[in-house]
């Protein structure tokens, strides 16, 4: 039997950069094959290719033997590929039969188009309903749609990229059935992801990429998950070094009855959210993406503030009225999720955007004027210790890699010191090692006394980096309880709302 | 007012309104497929002169709508060569379009100004519209039925075909539709085209449904109306409809106002001709305080399409 696709020599080269270096591998019939790699690896622009977004400089692709030139996603989708990809395609203001008819090449009357997209739900559990507009719909829901839109063209192959990273661990197992059940029907699947528990639950092969060129070919199963993330990293993974013997001290951060007003359309408010971290405590926040994570950071960081000054105290003094500077005058500092726009001005320079945030800890600004020489030297101090890959304070923040402006934001905001550290999603799109290293300044941070809340879709992350967790649903938190105390499956639930008899609990812990 | 001014009023208020709908029209396929063109009055001049200086010399009405067509058409090449293939700022280039447009139809102009020709007459023979009322259904020239049949025809085209949810898509989120396979550029090429020949014709109007003859910057600002009035109808073509011929009656009670009508003249005639610009201004108000209701602006209204690698 022939492979479904195979590549040999797959060569791509953009400006600078070598992303796919002589790239070699096959995926069969009915297999689903992993395809790992960290952040910037290669994976995208290798499926771009398959998928025909991009040409191949220089390689041969063959689908069921026969050699292919694949000039453009139709003639892609013509051959029986089928792609979902991780930022969704999707139209907001459309409907979901819209979206779904606009992913079809074939002219269907749109009636006869609904017909076979309840036909495909049903088969393969995919609830949704066509008439709902897709802005009005959850990330998995939306998902949905585009593993709907794809499954309608029956397809020989199917490229999911980064599916998982947006879903509960419920939505994960229920996108795993659905997977497992179009691979018994000999479909393939090329499945992109550097979650490794995943791929060692779900995949039959793995290709492993690092830096453009292909590592390893193996049986993610016969693996072992560090084994795996050393061939991804191509180094020892280093571990998060905690003190001995680390006790938590008095509550620093105390935040009681917060509320904050809902001020869009799909805009979720925090509704009477109360907890404490104590000195030395790292405080984790789950929760699926839109469940109240930005108005808790905007609430907690003073950019919206509410009418209670006794709502977030610090040291039991009431920061509640204060705004941002002041709250980081106070010792409050927060680092929201978007990084490029929100958390550093990306045509600013590095220099500028620390005099934004860290001016008044550090002194950056005398009588009005900026000390450009303390700026200038905070930021080459951040740059080194974090390991920021830019050519000096001078460069420009939207220069930077999205890795590697997060190692710079989060480094200016722990380099301050503050008695309390809010952020959400700290290593958002950070490759493993620069993760590592992000978590080791916090856990450093936290071991010499201050508070810390991470906010966070990364149920891996929360676990391994913090002592206490909470889950917020719909803007409501969930009592916090140690870390060890909790397993993956019920902390999936309250992700996904179902509360258990914990409900009745005062969400202040004692 | 006698039931004859009634209809008179009636009959100037559909004349007046209908280059700025048609010119809207156009301007809201244009926007429905995320591209603002803001050289809406330089396209509508550049189609008022050539309808005047073709009807001049040959005396055929309809021959000067196509070629008024064709010359908006052409102008908004110019746009769309720079925003789209080049990806130039879009509102600078829109402005710079109608300042093109001023000058070179005040230049091609230069030597048709006080000279008559002919207006295009009503579509129906008159035995139709003997009695007043029937006037109010069958006396009109050709174009207001055209500028009618394009609001049904643009509503459909929109909402039920999938060329036009296509269109749509692109101006809702040109990466994912770039994504999927459609071509971002060409839809809103021929989007673009498609406005410039709808402003060509609404250009031809005033020659050839208003005014007579040839006068420079004739269009008046209609232009921009028409732009304000995309915005005011939320891009649906049915509240545009309604809102064209709200301004219409606005612009009439002006002329009315100005000269010295009776009860309109209390109002200065400077309000009212401020009132469509203030009635713009308050539905832009409107729409940001309940921004929460969907404003139904496209997504990438105005962004340029640059897709990355």
């Known amino acids: ?510 | 007012m006698s039931p004859e001014l009634i209809i008179a009023i009636i009959v100037t208020v559909v004349g007046a309104s209908t280059p700025i709908l048609i010119a809207a029209l156009g301007e809201l396929v244009v926007e429905r497929s995320g591209v603002l063109n803001l050289g809406v009055e330089g396209m509508m001049l550049v189609g008022a002169i050539t309808a005047f200086v073709v009807v001049f010399l040959t005396g055929n009405h309809y021959l000067a709508i196509l070629l008024a067509a064709a010359a908006g058409l052409g102008t908004s090449l110019i746009f769309g060569f720079l925003t789209l293939s080049l990806s130039a700022n879009q509102t600078a280039t829109g402005l710079a379009l109608t300042i093109f447009g001023t000058g070179f139809s005040a230049l091609a102009g230069q030597g048709y100004s006080a000279r008559p020709v002919t207006l295009l007459g009503p579509l129906f023979p008159s035995e139709l519209a003997t009695h007043p009322i029937w006037r109010v259904l069958f006396g009109y020239s050709a174009l207001v039925y055209f500028a009618l049949i394009m609001v049904v025809a643009i509503w459909w085209f929109l909402k039920k075909t999938r060329a036009g949810l296509i269109l749509r898509a692109v101006g809702e989120n040109d990466l994912s539709a770039h994504s999927i396979g459609y071509s971002v550029i060409g839809v809103r090429y021929l989007a673009v085209m498609f406005g410039g020949a709808m402003a060509g014709i609404a250009g031809a109007c005033f020659p050839l449904l208003l005014t007579p003859q040839w006068a420079e910057r004739m269009t008046a600002g209609r232009g921009w109306i028409a732009v304000a009035l995309v915005v005011f109808a939320s891009w649906r073509p049915f509240r545009l409809l309604a809102g064209a011929y709200l301004f219409g009656l606005v612009m009439t009670m002006e002329l009315y106002a100005k000269a010295g009508g009776g009860p309109l003249s209390v109002v200065p005639s400077e309000l009212w001709a401020a009132l469509p610009y203030l009635a713009t201004v308050a539905v832009l108000v409107l729409i940001s305080i309940r921004r929460d209701a969907s404003t139904n602006a496209p997504a990438c209204l105005g962004k340029p399409f640059l897709p990355s690698n």
């Open chain 1, 1 to 510: 039997m022939p492979y479904r696709l195979e590549l040999t020599g797959i060569t791509k080269r953009f400006p600078g950069v070598l992303a796919n270096d002589n790239v070699t591998f096959a995926v069969k019939p009915g297999e689903i094959h992993a395809l790992l790699g960290e952040n910037g690896a290669g994976k995208s622009t290798l499926v771009k290719m398959i998928y025909g977004i991009m040409q191949p400089d220089a390689g041969e692709i063959r689908w069921d033997g026969q050699p292919v030139v694949v000039p453009n996603p139709k003639a892609a989708r013509k051959l029986g590929i089928g792609m979902v990809f991780q930022h969704f395609s999707l139209f907001d203001a459309l409907t979901v039969l819209e979206n779904i008819a606009l992913g079809m090449d074939a002219k269907i009357p749109s009636r006869e188009l609904e017909a076979r997209i309840r036909e495909i739900m049903g088969r393969y559990g995919l609830l949704l309903d066509p008439h709902r507009t897709v802005a009005t719909l959850s990330v998995g829901e939306r998902q949905r749609i585009e593993i709907v839109r794809a499954l309608l063209l029956d397809p020989k192959l199917l490229i999911m990229d980064e599916p998982t990273s947006v879903l509960t661990p419920q939505e994960v197992e229920q996108l795993f059935d659905v997977l497992r059940k179009l691979a018994a029907q000999g479909c393939s699947i090329l499945y992109i992801s550097h979650k490794l528990h995943e791929i060692k639950a779900l995949c039959d092969t793995a290709t492993i990429l690092r830096g453009g060129k292909l590592v390893d070919t193996c049986d993610p199963r016969q693996e072992t998950s560090r084994s795996l993330a050393e061939k991804m990293i191509g180094a020892g993974l280093k571990d998060i070094v905690r003190g001995e013997g680390r006790t938590l001290g008095l509550p620093k951060l105390v935040v009681s009855r917060l509320s904050t007003v809902k001020t869009g359309h799909f805009d979720v408010p925090v509704d009477n959210v109360s907890f404490t971290v104590r000195a030395g405590e790292i405080f984790g926040i789950a929760g699926v993406a839109g469940n109240g994570q930005n108005a808790l950071l905007d609430a907690m960081s003073g950019e919206v503030r509410g009418g209670d000054k006794d709502a977030i105290t610090l040291d039991g003094f009431p920061l509640g009225l204060l705004d941002t500077t002041g709250r980081r005058k106070r010792g409050l500092c927060a680092v929201p999720e978007e990084r490029n726009g929100h958390a550093a001005v990306g045509d600013f320079t590095l220099s500028d955007n620390s005099v934004l945030t860290a001016r008044d800890r550090l002194g950056m600004v005398m009588m009005g004027l900026i000390s450009s020489g303390a700026a200038r030297t905070y930021t080459g101090k951040v740059i080194a210790d974090f390991a920021v890959k830019a050519l000096g304070p001078g460069s420009t923040a939207g220069s930077l890699s999205g890795g590697n402006l997060q190692k710079y934001i989060m480094g200016r905001e722990i380099l301050q010191k503050p008695s309390v550290l809010v952020v959400s999603q700290p290593t958002w799109g950070v490759d493993a090692g620069a993760a590592a290293a992000i978590h080791q300044a916090l856990v450093d941070l936290a071991a010499a006394g201050s508070a810390i809340v991470v906010i966070s879709q990364d149920l891996d992350e929360l676990r391994a980096l913090c002592d206490t967790l909470a889950v917020i649903n719909m803007g409501r938190l969930s009592p916090a309880r140690p870390t060890e105390e909790m397993s993956v499956e019920e902390i999936g639930l309250l992700m996904g709302g179902v509360h258990g008899a914990t409900e009745v609990h005062d969400a202040v812990p004692a």
